[in-house]
């Protein structure tokens, strides 16, 4: 399961590491990673502003 570490953000800049050969990733692998992190984006606003998407 993927850890994401928000004490870890610099600046604006995301960066999403996935293991594996040197740039490759399973497109599943991607696919369910970006669908994590939007869910997770979505329910920090909730929080921090509700109402607003």
Same mark, same amino acid.
């Given at each position: 399961?993927?850890?994401?570490?928000? !004490?870890?953000?610099?600046?604006?800049?995301?960066?999403?590491?996935?293991?594996?050969?040197?740039?490759?990733? !399973?497109?599943?692998?991607?696919?369910? #990673?970006?669908?994590?992190?939007? !869910?997770? #984006?979505? #329910?920090?606003?909730?929080?921090?502003?509700?109402?607003?998407?």
């Amino acid at each position: 399961m993927a850890v994401i570490r928000l !004490d870890e953000f610099h600046e604006e800049t995301i960066v999403l590491h996935f293991g594996g050969p040197e740039g490759t990733i !399973d497109a599943y692998t991607l696919a369910n #990673a970006l669908i994590g992190f939007a !869910d997770t #984006a979505y #329910a920090v606003n909730a929080t921090i502003d509700p109402g607003q998407e």
